[in-house]
């Protein structure tokens, strides 16, 4: 089977053309940071509307470079939630539009489903069952995976996600957006003892996460040091590493505790801030030493992509998952709706 994919959740406007066979043909992405980076963050309309203009363009790319055409599919897949609605519509109402126009089953697929299967785009995929990490701008969330479709919520964020977390933190810097991203880099020239900010929720039982006191702690250290005329570049830059390094410690401690609580042998990191280079090198360390092996989708596929869509979406349509006409977008939706399916790793 042979699959387009359209991704438009939140700021990235994707296509991918995904082969059960020959893999990823093609992959086309535009990001939109440029444009919001001018407000601080991301602005729905503006968002929307940008992916009125960039989607189409991008099908035909990713159909030109993967050599392929409309009679060579076998069905299409589109980001149906959770997201932004109105970014949402944009490739929900074309992928549709697309699959009616010529004549294939289309497929809604679940965002963070796509994060969490992502690492079957891998030469080494990871194997079933194992613990899930899925952490980003908007989800923190422990997740139990005894099989593709099959999921067990253990632990979630109670209020900020991590990645908010990194960019709120960025923000009071004065860091541009995207923040977190910027703030590791910032935080490569810090000294993460400097400042002792809080780990929450690790002095208590429980696989949940809360950030919100750790963006106070950080909002409170830089009151202080402008006002005492000392936040210099080696102040902000000691204040980044701290940052950084309460959020990586917070997630590993967490994980850890996943990892033992469900005795899985085998650790998925899915998400935007999966592509945090401490996060990565801290974590494989100690899961190793616990017995645990971590997995990893590559950077790029890290962030919103159109591929995980893809390979998702795929095997949403192998198990029966085509849809009606309806265009379907979910601003909200849990991944408890989801029912089980069987992926092919090829």
């Not at 549709?96 to 690492?119: C, I, M, N, Q, T």
Request: overall charge negative; aromatic content about 6%; charged content about 20%.
């Amino acid at each position: 089977m042979r699959i387009l994919a359209l991704e438009s959740s939140c700021d990235e406007s994707a296509v991918a053309v995904y082969d059960e066979a020959a893999g990823l043909l093609a992959h086309e992405i535009y990001s939109q940071i440029d444009l919001h980076r001018l407000y601080g963050g991301v602005v729905p309309e503006l968002a929307s509307r940008d992916h009125v203009r960039r989607l189409l363009p991008l099908v035909k790319s990713a159909l030109a470079t993967a050599a392929t055409s409309p009679d060579q599919l076998d069905g299409v897949a589109y980001t149906a939630g959770p997201g932004l609605i109105g970014a949402l519509l944009t490739a929900a109402a074309l992928g549709r539009s697309l699959a009616f126009a010529w004549k294939l089953p289309a497929v809604g697929v679940h965002h963070l489903e796509g994060h969490l299967l992502a690492p079957l785009l891998e030469n080494d995929p990871p194997p079933f069952p194992h613990v899930a990490l899925l952490v980003s701008g908007g989800h923190t969330m422990l997740i139990d995976v005894a099989a593709p479709g099959r999921y067990e919520l253990l632990g979630e964020t109670r209020d900020d996600a991590a990645g908010e977390a990194f960019d709120k933190s960025a923000k009071l810097l004065g860091l541009p957006y995207p923040g977190g991203p910027e703030l590791a880099k910032l935080a490569a020239d810090g000294r993460a003892s400097r400042f002792a900010f809080p780990r929450p929720m690790l002095d208590r039982p429980g696989l949940e996460f809360s950030f919100s006191g750790l963006k106070t702690a950080v909002a409170l250290t830089i009151k202080e040091q402008t006002r005492a005329g000392t936040l210099d570049a080696q102040v902000r830059a000691d204040i980044a590493a701290g940052v950084q390094e309460a959020i990586v410690e917070t997630l590993i401690a967490k994980t850890l505790r996943a990892i033992d609580e469900t005795g899985r042998e085998a650790l998925v990191v899915a998400g935007g801030v999966g592509a945090n280079r401490l996060l990565r090198e801290r974590l494989s360390a100690s899961a190793a030493r616990q017995g645990a092996r971590v997995y990893y989708p590559r950077i790029e596929f890290c962030t919103d992509n159109a591929a995980m869509i893809a390979v998702a979406g795929l095997a949403r349509l192998k198990a029966g998952g085509g849809e009606s006409a309806a265009i379907q977008a979910r601003a909200n939706w849990q991944l408890s709706e989801l029912g089980p399916l069987t992926v092919s790793t090829q």
